[in-house]
């Protein structure tokens, strides 16, 4: 069974507070965003994870190196204040979430055609409808 490794990383983007959750299993990286609006307490976010963890969205599996060291831990807390000083997420998250936009970007453009089709054919119908009715002499 392999080992799965969860990360969550809140972070201002104009105008709102987004969180973006990676989570490595297999070794393959997949990501899901969050958007908490004003930003959000500790507790505030540790209810969300507990609540809406298992509803979120992730992206597909992108591929990705998974590093297996121990770090002390005045280190990691280093690592940590320095990400969260650049810009948020990283370039593997970015792919995976731009991944599952277009997935859903094409499941849209899929139906919205379909609609489309359908509300065309029923309009057809309704005029065949009618010229039938006025040749009928009604």
Excluded: C
Aim: charged share 35%; net charge positive.
């Amino acid at each position: 069974m392999g080992e799965e490794q969860s990360k969550l990383t809140v972070f201002f983007e104009e105008p709102f507070w987004v969180g973006v959750f990676e989570r490595i299993e297999n070794g393959k990286l997949s990501a899901a965003k969050v958007t908490f609006g004003a930003e959000p307490k500790d507790y505030e976010v540790y209810e969300f994870i507990l609540k809406h963890y298992y509803d979120l969205r992730f992206s597909p599996a992108v591929a990705a190196v998974v590093k297996e060291a121990k770090q002390n831990p005045k280190r990691m807390q280093r690592d940590i204040k320095k990400s969260l000083a650049k810009n948020g997420i990283g370039t593997k998250s970015q792919q995976a979430l731009k991944l599952q936009q277009e997935q859903n970007k094409q499941e849209r453009k899929i139906k919205s055609r379909e609609q489309k089709l359908a509300e065309a054919e029923h309009l057809f119908e309704l005029k065949q409808q009618k010229k039938k009715e006025k040749h009928r002499g009604r």
